[in-house]
């Protein structure tokens, strides 16, 4: 029999889960309606920083329709639950207790400080209208640097401190590269040398996924079983049976379909925590579902940092020494990995640089803000803005070009694999012929002569070229280099495959999907490992009854990891299925070959389908000695190293100098992922990414008031992008494999982010550089542009007047005359 099936792996796919997920035919946490089920709402704190004096619930308990009110003491009598933090960075780190809901104190603004049960959702929310509670305003502390000087208000005052941890890289004394001072040193006493510093800030950022969070807990079986819009269904079964005594076996997780997450939820919430809670004391299912200002309020945000970067250099150009400075908000309390965020960027603020000697220092602050966590990029984003926007700024004062300076310093593709200067190994990469493919797709010279026509006719809309030459390490693994950084967790991922008696295929994966296409692409990779149609695969997802054992997704790792457990747990099944299918065939298993679903005898035209295996393993009569009667096999994959992918971005953007505005003229990246298992689901990942990206860049912050109030907590106030806004994207790849594993996947989900910041922010800094700007803090809003140029403040006060830049009336005159 000869197979007619065409190779999955690098074929453009539909997605399999798409038609349910844009019609709406599936089944979200919210649409979960059980038996005799209660509905949660949160009572929260409008203040920032205040004592709890009195919390009076007897109007709202008489209320019809409600069922019970809860405060922390009824909940938690003896304050003994503490949400968990799986990042211990430091010996030394600071951890606060976070309760369920606040006990005596609210750190801030949106911290819940009780919960009304109720038998429907909307009486439930009316009811908190009518608990009365008594606040004594404490003063509060916004502000990193504030906060960590000395007689600051303290947001805990029981650690003593604002200072959550101290961690610092130093290649010096890691032996993995040159020492940064004396770099530093050497360039500011030689005539060929440079040293340049800059001061970057990342704001606040929401996460705002397309589906709020949710949660429904049913205590009423054998079983406590927890349906949540999660990230990480096995995270949080285990953690929750770790904050609250369960035993695990008893809990069961399911994430159904999820609407989005980007990193916002891979946490343990209270409000989780809290149904499990009620749900217990009341014997009955319950539901909790947030509104989107609650979401935008409580649910944690993303970056918001201080960057304060030196860069040292020869005239020539070359690179001698990188310090990196960081001061990281990790808001009121700690969340999964809040206080690890920063660190997973320490070790790409190096880039794809040569760069001889590094150093790394993080302080990270608490504020009385909601909490930071994971973001899209997780600490990466935040480094290669960085690294990007000071070779700009290295560019223009040495009179480089930037794509010349960057050349200069890369590394080569002949010099792979390369250890880095924080000791990572890359394992493959080739930056010149991205970069070659990206110049070309972009006309980098052909903009560059314009943009100098524009300054030499003095045009008001000027033009700005941005670069961002970037790599990531993705593939959240290896356990033992996790376990280094004293992460509460390992890095491996788990699946198993299921032979059918009809040749079907079940396929069960530990990475849960929220949007990432989990079921084609495993679909095309087991198509491909065991030669059935892709039609014949079912992917089985983020129920931990059914899929026992995982690590879940965030940090690209779906592919890398989740995919290469696919991969062995298939070839687990072909060699038990080489056994069945020798002993079929009376040959030994050595003369056995198998390709497209088919053992064949070497040499001959004998053969066997793995689905006629499959129906024999399952009527069992004629098996070899000592064979079990099954081809169902599982696999845990642990990476021996992270992967590497990259790329070159290049922005072409209008800036109009009289009003501020930013136009995105052109966009063009040429990314290398590896191979790609599917091209249409690698290109709706960056064009995604890159949306977020390119957010951060001109539309996106999170602001509070001076009383620590979101001032942004609605779509109304916090400016998402839509498609109108956004130019057409032009995308290409290269590829070159990873040699980490079998099938030389890298990494895609956070690419486009990472990428996209730095590019916009230097094409918009570009464009008025010949006025005399070096930086717009983000989001380059037309304000702040118009701001810059006039070397005023963002709220249009003056810094220095005419003399320093003159007013609107005069740009146009002032670019022609320079």
């Known amino acids: ?136 305003e404490l003063p509060v502390v916004l502000d990193m640097e504030a906060a960590l000087a000395d007689g600051a208000t303290l947001v805990h005052p029981e650690l003593e401190t604002n200072r959550n941890a101290l961690w610092v890289f130093d290649s010096g004394e890691a032996g993995t590269g040159g020492d940064v001072a004396a770099a530093i040193d050497e360039a500011n006493g030689a005539d060929d040398g440079i040293v340049l510093t800059r001061r970057f800030r990342q704001q606040r950022l929401v996460p705002a996924f397309m589906e709020p969070r949710s949660t429904v807990v049913d205590p009423t079986a054998q079983q406590i079983t927890i349906w949540s819009s999660t990230q990480v269904p096995h995270i949080l079964k285990t953690m929750t049976a770790l904050t609250l005594g369960l035993p695990e076996h008893k809990l069961r997780v399911i994430a159904p379909d999820v609407g989005g997450g ?7 919430l209270p409000e989780e925590t809290m149904a499990v809670l009620v749900a217990q004391k009341l014997g009955k299912p319950v539901k909790w579902t947030e509104s989107r200002s609650e979401c935008m309020a409580t649910a944690h945000h993303g970056r918001d940092q201080i960057q304060d970067i030196t860069i040292s250099a020869r005239r020539d150009g070359t690179v001698t020494g990188l310090k990196v400075d960081l001061i990281a908000d990790m808001g009121a309390y700690l969340g999964l990995v809040t206080p690890g965020v920063p660190l997973l960027g320490a070790f790409m603020f190096n880039a794809i640089y040569k760069i001889p000697a590094y150093r790394f220092a993080c302080t990270n602050v608490f504020t009385n803000k909601t909490l930071t966590d994971a973001y899209r990029g997780a600490g990466r984003p935040e480094a290669t803005f960085a690294i990007e926007r000071i070779m700009d700024e290295l560019a223009a004062e040495l009179g480089m070009d930037p794509m010349e300076l960057r050349e200069k310093n890369w590394i080569r593709h002949e010099e792979f694999p390369f250890t880095t200067v924080c000791g990572l190994t890359y394992d493959s990469g080739n930056y010149e012929a991205a970069t070659s493919r990206a110049m070309e797709l972009f006309d980098y010279a052909g903009l560059r002569r314009e943009q100098q026509q524009r300054r030499e006719s003095g045009d008001p809309v000027q033009l700005g070229i941005g670069i961002s030459t970037f790599t990531e390490m993705c593939g959240l693994a290896p356990s033992r280099v996790l376990g280094s950084l004293s992460y509460g967790a390992g890095g ?311 003399e320093a830049g003159g007013g609107l009336g005069s740009i146009s005159a002032q670019g022609g005359a320079q």
């Open 1 to 136: 029999m000869t197979s007619t099936l065409e190779p999955e792996v690098g074929k453009s796919r539909r997605r399999k889960e798409d038609a349910r997920l844009i019609t709406g035919r599936t089944r979200w946490t919210d649409n979960i309606t059980l038996p005799g089920m209660l509905h949660l709402a949160v009572l929260r704190s409008p203040l920032a920083h205040a004592r709890i004096t009195r919390i009076d619930t007897t109007r709202a308990r008489a209320l019809p329709g409600v069922v019970a009110v809860y405060t922390a003491t009824d909940l938690d009598p003896d304050s003994a639950i503490a949400l968990p933090c799986a990042w211990a960075v430091t010996p030394d780190m600071k951890h606060p207790r976070r309760p369920v809901l606040a006990v005596d104190t609210v750190h801030f603004a949106g911290e819940g400080v009780a919960v009304v049960v109720a038998t429907n959702a909307y009486l439930a929310q009316d009811a908190l209208a009518e608990i009365d509670v008594d606040y004594e």
């Open 262 to 268: 980007f990193g916002g939820k891979i946490a343990v």
């Open 492 to 802: 491996w991922e788990h699946a198993a495959i299921r032979m059918l008696p009809t040749g079907k295929v079940e396929v069960v994966t530990g990475s849960s999907p929220h949007g990432q296409g989990h079921e084609t692409a495993w679909s095309q990779i087991v198509a491909d490992q065991l030669g059935v149609p892709f039609e014949d695969v079912e992917v089985i997802h983020g129920d931990t009854q059914s899929s026992h054992k995982g690590l879940d997704t965030y940090g690209s790792r779906s592919l890398a990891v989740g995919g290469i457990a696919v991969v062995k747990a298939a070839e687990k099944v072909v060699a038990k299925a080489r056994k069945v299918a020798a002993h079929m065939m009376e040959c030994s298993e050595d003369d056995l070959e198998f390709a497209e679903g088919q053992f064949t005898v070497r040499g001959t035209d004998r053969s066997t389908g793995i689905g006629d295996v499959a129906l024999a393993v399952f009527a069992a009569h004629d098996l070899p000695d000592g064979v079990e009667p099954t081809l169902d096999s599982d696999a845990v994959y642990d990476p021996e190293n992270f992967s590497f992918p990259h790329g070159t971005h290049l922005c072409a953007a209008e800036v109009d100098t009289e009003t501020g505005r930013v136009r995105l003229r052109s966009y063009v990246c040429v990314d290398d992922v590896g191979k790609a298992v599917n091209p249409l689901i690698v290109e709706g990942q960056v064009h995604g990414g890159l949306a977020q990206g390119i957010a951060q860049a001109l539309y996106e912050e999170a602001v509070h008031d001076e009383s620590g109030t979101l001032t942004t907590g609605t779509f109304a106030d916090y400016l998402l992008p839509s498609a109108a806004d956004l130019p057409n994207f032009t995308t290409d790849r290269t590829e070159t494999p990873a040699t980490s594993n079998p099938l030389g996947v890298k990494g895609v989900g956070e690419a486009g982010t990472i990428a996209s910041t730095p590019a916009v922010v230097n094409a918009v800094v570009d464009a008025v550089r010949h006025l005399g700007v070096d930086d717009i803090e983000m989001p380059c809003s037309p304000m702040r542009v118009w701001a810059a140029i006039n070397r005023r403040e963002p709220d249009g006060s003056g810094i220095g007047g005419a």
